[in-house]
């Protein structure tokens, strides 16, 4: 069974800190994303990257950056956390080709 | 044009009655539509998926139709059981390595 795994289901941070959110997937799979899953919102892209050291903008990259230096692992980091930041974060990864596995979220509270 | 409209928003349906979702899409060049079924407290994970070459695809209870003139596609499921409540998403995306484009998904509640 393919697992995608993210390091923390709850995260409770302040204002203005650096926030990282890791996501390790066990497949080999070449492309992982990052979502952010908001009430009445649906699903939204943050970052997405089909290989090593490459990353691409979703939807709704601002305030958010992405690292991608192994093929297993895919973070998330916010520069600067503001309150509007609070939601679950999902990653996800795919082989090329499809389809889609999920992690089972990041709850993220920024105070 | 990258947009997927999913309706209704939310559905309460008895149970053993047949519950319906329903998505539609610009793009004529989108060539797969997954559905995603998500469990309070988990990551959304693939129900059943169809390419645009075939009308119909069942899967035990669920059934996705495709109807390609219209630009829609909806998810069936037959006897609904109170454990198929969830929220479903539809999606699609583009010939080739992209994205998948998410509807904003449907709160399906199957009550007693």
């Known amino acids: 069974d393919v697992k995608v795994t993210q390091s923390s289901r709850y995260l409770v941070k302040r204002t203005g800190e650096k926030v990282f959110l890791e996501c390790v997937q066990d497949m080999d799979h070449e492309n992982m994303f990052w979502y952010r899953q908001d009430p009445g919102l649906g699903l939204r892209l943050i970052y997405f990257?089909?290989?090593?050291?490459?990353?691409e903008k979703g939807d709704i990259p601002e305030g958010y950056s992405v690292s991608r230096e192994k093929k297993e692992r895919f973070s998330l980091i916010l520069e600067s956390a503001s309150t509007n930041q609070t939601s679950m974060y999902l990653c996800?990864?795919?082989?090329?080709?499809?389809?889609?596995?999920f992690g089972d979220g990041t709850r993220l509270s920024i105070l | 044009q990258q947009q997927v409209k999913q309706s209704p928003q939310s559905l309460i349906v008895q149970k053993g009655g047949i519950s319906i979702i329903n998505c539609a899409y610009e793009?004529?060049?989108?060539?797969?539509f997954p559905w995603y079924q998500q469990f309070p407290g988990k990551g959304p994970a693939l129900l059943i998926a169809?390419?645009?070459?075939?009308s119909e695809k069942k899967e035990g209870r669920f059934t996705i139709s495709f109807n390609k003139s219209a630009k829609q596609f909806s998810l069936h499921i037959m006897d609904s059981q109170p454990g198929d409540s969830a929220t479903y998403f539809c999606?699609?995306?583009?010939?080739?390595?992209?994205?998948?484009?998410f509807g904003k998904g449907t709160r399906l509640s199957v009550i007693a």
């Open positions: 793009n004529t060049a989108f060539d797969y």
């Open positions: 169809i390419r645009p070459d075939v």
């Open positions: 996800a990864s795919e082989p090329q080709g499809r389809p889609q596995h």
């Open positions: 999606a699609a995306n583009l010939v080739g390595n992209t994205p998948l484009v």
């Open positions: 990257s089909y290989d090593v050291k490459m990353k």
